[in-house]
């Protein structure tokens, strides 16, 4: 093995700003002496002396070293010429740094002769990552002890190698951060980081072991905590041996057993624990890559097909590592969380900030306060982040899928998501996210904005690729190796010839590997017995089947019903898992009893199938139990699992229909249960719903809590009819009753009437609530209700008439006004953020410099209203019609304009950043002056729209020639001249306008 080092030493400057050093030379030295003795190295010293007596040479003290030296010298060690390349090149350099800051930051090792004021400013750091790029050597050591040496070795610009060091094996480590400067240490003749390194780098600490790299770094992170200087470093590849002790001491025998310890996984993921990653092989490149893209940036997407390894490598390596801190400095004083969305996203993210082993109240305590913050969105996310104290939180979202599969409402999916991206844009380097994702919803990403996910991901984005030969071999063989278990050569052959082409079967591998382990002989694992298995593609689904086939009838039929429970049927994509609460699963045919008794066979060690958990949320006075597959390969690969979902699949979506409509009226009741009872089943859906109860409750039986849904649906329809009834056995007496039901009626909204009169004002006032409540129940319109600058957040004015009323500067946050007659209202200054508007119709209204963030304006008629001033962020303006509204100056960003009617509007200066105008009607739109940076304009018809430019409105901001070349009728929109020129450099782009031609005839 050939290992050479360069190492420099540099007391003396010319330049008088520059003060002559101490320190580098003996520092230099005393490395030099470390690698040839322990290290094996071949080392070569700048500036280098001969001593008189020995004729030994040493780093000189008084010599200096020129740019041109240094140069020719690091080729001669990273770019050697001949057949013997070596595998090891090491360069240590101590002296003065130096640095740029004009324009683009630069850092150069500081050499006798430079002069900055000449910009001469010694060896580009530039340079060396070219030269380190082009190096054919394996193994690459770069060592920095000097000032700002965290700037000079900026790994994300300047010493970072890139892409073409995959593959290799490197330890970089500087003394300091970049505004730091690195120190002598007092009663030291060396330097803080080279007295480190040295101690670090002497074998006898760990006798008959190699240093390596990794080994130092966990010696200078142990040693160096709490010293002025904080050293940066980052490893990446396979460790690189450094120094060892050559006196040979014979080694004790160990009689731990081993043999007993599994070393595979099955169907679970390897997780970052003290254990598993000890049995992780195959995955180092990729782990590597990783790290770098953390180095690199506050935002990472690990994408890959479902059994490609995601959970395994994002756990048991990256999280691993970054918790070791061996690669990457001051990682391992990171704040690590993870988690996984579920139906309830903002829950989960809550749970993240609640400190485990809490007892039940101080538990429910802190997730209502972590609850309470999240409600302030963005800023709320980034208190809670800032709240852990330390340098930086590592926010991680595994399985994010969950949020298209399981979570169905797109309010809290989009919050959830806005949420995220809008915390780490203000936290920059506090923050760090990382999401991982099945591929196949990447497309999800994109159905709508989301606050830019999709570009993010595709700018910050791994994809898990299909594991090398060679990869799989180690995966294999390896953790055997580890505890001493015996496997055959042929068995590893055939079992790579079975993988082979197949992305997705790592955890198929792992299962028929854990399976081999049960059935090992003391011959190990063996060829016989995996064949006996039913090999890789056959070992799942035949042991799936013997487990269910020993479940007596009955039981079988329970796991058929948990098992399609389990699994999310795919739209689009694969079908995929579905956690859920145990309770979900209990029927009146399957009760509790026996769920839990089948539940354990399947999630018994043996078996292990399903596995449980418990969830504690706020206000439960226990955790309740969640179920779920142990693994996706399960759905995929269990014949009779598929033969069950494809005969069920219809039935399948019309129950979990009823479900979700179950669990929709459970979170109503828990939020507001007034008007809970608007989202029980009426009409059609109920008579469907009880048909399907009625005729698949053997099948298909509905959940406990389901059926009680539709009971209470049933008694709020009977209900109904009975008030309908006695109405009409009074018509026979009505001749004697009417003027007394008359006159009551009269009194009642008289009274009513009286309580909103001195209800009057700005404070909220339930009683104002429920008298307006009862007012539009009995039919009265409410236009000339004293309500402006009213506090009516929350109401339920569903269906309400408030043609003409006065709610100028009115309260009416998170109010439900779905369907209400608001036309020519006066909503002027009003916030009605969160409000359910519904079917509304506002045409007409005057809803200047209104607050609608956030609110839900569905199909709402808004045709002729004014909008001017507006704030309509995130607003859902799904197939509005807005057709001759003004939107001069309104404030739409991420708002959802999807399929809407904008058709003559006037949007004036509006701000439509990141909005989503998807096959939007813009016909006529006049945009002067409009913001439309990140706008999603595809497919909308702009034919008529005006982008000219105004001297009083200026011109369109932020639209570039590809944004306009992706609108149907593009051609006949107008533009000022210099954006015309523009487009036509713009290469032409093939759209689908049939939408459109039905208006064009």
């Known amino acids: 093995m050939i290992r050479d080092a360069l190492v420099v030493g540099i007391n003396t400057y010319q330049y008088s700003d520059l003060r002559n050093l101490q320190a580098p030379a003996e520092d230099a030295e005393a ?20 001593h008189r007596e020995t004729h030994q040479p040493f780093v000189g003290k008084k010599l200096e070293v020129k740019l041109s030296q240094l140069k020719q010298a690091l080729v001669k060690l990273f770019l050697p010429e001949g057949n013997s390349i070596p595998d090891t090149a090491l360069f240590y350099f101590s002296g003065h740094g130096l640095r740029t800051t004009l324009g683009i930051p630069e850092g150069f ?49 300047e010493a970072d190698p890139g892409e073409q060091g995959k593959g290799r094996d490197r330890c970089f480590i500087a003394a300091s951060r ?63 041996n450094l120094t060892r002790s050559w006196k040979f001491q014979q080694q004790q025998a160990t009689s731990e057993p081993t043999e007993a310890i599994c070393p595979y996984k099955g169907l679970e993921y390897f997780d970052c624990n003290e254990e598993d990653p000890k049995y992780f092989f195959g995955r180092k490149e990729l782990t590597d890559q990783l790290i770098d893209k953390v180095r690199q940036s506050s935002f990472l997407a690990i994408i890959g097909a479902s059994g490609s390894g995601k959970s395994s490598v994002l756990r048991a390596g990256l999280l691993h590592q970054l918790k070791l801190g061996r690669q990457l400095a001051g990682s391992n004083q990171w704040q690590i969380e993870i988690m996984v969305p579920g139906s309830q996203p903002l829950r989960s993210l809550a749970e993240v900030f609640v400190e485990p082993n809490l007892s039940q109240v101080d538990h429910a305590t802190q997730l209502g306060k972590a609850e309470e913050l999240l409600k302030e969105g963005a800023d709320g996310l980034r208190r809670l982040v800032q709240s852990a104290q330390v340098t930086r939180v590592v926010l991680v979202i595994d399985q994010f899928e969950e949020v298209f599969t399981l979570c169905q409402n797109y309010g809290e999916r989009s919050q959830f998501i806005d949420f995220l991206l809008g915390a780490l844009r203000q936290l920059e380097e506090e923050l760090c996210l990382i999401l991982a994702m099945r591929a196949d919803f990447f497309s999800k990403c994109i159905e709508q904005n989301y606050s830019g996910l999709a570009q993010l991901i595709q700018e910050n984005l791994v994809a898990i690729s299909p594991m090398e030969r060679e990869q799989l071999q180690d995966a294999i063989a390896k953790p055997a190796e580890l505890v001493n278990l015996e496997i055959e050569p042929e068995l590893v052959e055939q079992m790579l010839q079975d993988v082979a082409g197949s992305p997705g079967s790592l955890p198929l591998l792992q299962y028929t590997l854990k399976a081999l382990w049960k059935q090992r002989t003391d011959e190990g694992l063996q060829l016989a017995s995996y064949a006996q298995l039913g090999g890789v593609g056959g070992t799942l689904d035949k042991r799936a089947t013997e487990i269910f086939q020993q479940f007596s009838q009955l039981k079988q039929e329970v796991a058929r019903h948990i098992f399609l429970g389990l699994t999310q049927l795919g739209e689009g994509t694969e079908d995929t898992r579905r956690r859920v609460l145990k309770q979900d699963l209990i029927t009146a045919k399957y009760p509790e009893a026996l769920i839990d008794e089948v539940i ?44 069950w979902l494809e005969e069920s699949r219809d039935k399948l979506r019309e129950q979990r229909k009823i479900e979700a409509a179950a669990i929709e009226w459970r979170n109503k009741q828990q939020e507001n249960p007034k008007i809970a009872k608007d989202y029980l089943l009426q009409g059609r859906r109920l008579r469907e719903a009880r048909e399907f109860k009625k005729k698949e409750s053997e099948e298909f039986p509905l959940s406990k809590f389901a059926s009680e849904f539709i009971e209470k649906s049933i008694e709020h329809k009977q209900r109904n009819r009975l008030k309908l009834i006695v109405g009409w056995l009074i018509i026979p007496v009505i001749g004697t009753t009417l003027i007394g039901y008359l006159s009551y009626r009269r009194v009642a909204i008289k009274q009513h009437w009286e309580t909103v009169q001195e209800t009057q004002g700005e404070e909220y006032n339930a009683a104002r609530h429920e008298a307006l409540r009862k007012l539009k129940e009995l039919g009265v319109a409410l236009r000339n209700a004293p309500l402006q600058q009213a506090n009516l957040s929350r109401i339920n004015l569903s269906r309400a008439n408030l043609s003409g ?6 309260n009416l946050s998170g109010a439900d006004l779905s369907r209400a007659n608001l036309s020519g209202a006066n909503l002027s200054g009003a916030d009605l953020s969160g409000a359910d508007l519904i079917d509304a119709n506002l045409s007409g209204a005057d809803l200047i410099d209104a607050n609608l963030s956030g609110a839900d304006l569905r199909r709402a008629k808004l045709s002729g209203a004014k909008l001017s001033g507006a704030n309509l962020s995130r607003a859902n303006l799904r197939r509005a019609k807005l057709s001759g509204t003004d939107l001069s100056r309104a404030n739409l960003s991420r708002a959802i304009l999807f399929d809407a009617n904008l058709s003559r509007v006037g949007l004036l200066e509006a701000s439509l950043i990141d909005a989503n105008l998807f096959d939007a009607d813009l016909r006529g739109a006049d945009l002067r002056g409009a913001d439309l940076r990140g706008a999603d304009i595809n497919r909308a018809d702009l034919s008529g729209a005006y982008f000219g430019e105004d001297p009083n409105w200026g011109k369109v901001e932020n639209l570039t020639p590809k944004q306009v070349k992706s609108i149907c009728y593009w051609q006949e929109a107008k533009f000022d001249p210099d954006f015309e020129e523009e487009l036509k450099k713009e290469p032409y782009q093939r759209i689908d306008c049939g939408q459109w031609e039905v208006f064009r005839r």
């Open 31 to 50: 490395i030099a002496q470390r690698l040839e003795q322990d290290g094996e190295f071949r080392v070569w010293r700048l500036p280098e002396a001969i």
């Open 109 to 157: 090792l500081a050499t006798s002769d430079v002069n900055p004021d000449v910009e001469f400013n010694g060896l580009s750091l530039k340079w060396l990552r070219e030269l380190l790029r082009e190096s054919p050597i394996k193994q690459q050591i770069v060592w920095l002890d000097c000032c700002h040496s965290g700037e000079l070795l900026n790994f994300g610009q």
């Open 178 to 240: 970049e505004f730091e400067e690195s120190f002598e240490e007092i009663g030291s003749a060396y330097s803080v980081l080279t007295r480190v390194l040295l101690e670090g780098l002497d074998p006898s600490r760990c006798p008959q072991r190699w240093v390596t790299n990794y080994s130092l770094v966990d010696y200078l992170n142990q040693h160096l905590q709490g010293v002025t200087q904080r050293p940066t470093f980052t490893n990446f590849g396979e460790p690189i």
């Open 600 to 643: 354990a066979e399947l999630a018994d060690k043996e078996n292990r199938l399903i596995v449980t958990s418990e969830l504690t949320a706020k206000g439960m006075a226990s955790g309740e139990v969640v179920v779920d597959v142990a693994h996706e390969a399960l759905i995929r690969n269990w014949c009779l699992l598929r033969q």
């Open 805 to 810: 009323a006065d709610l100028s500067r009115a």
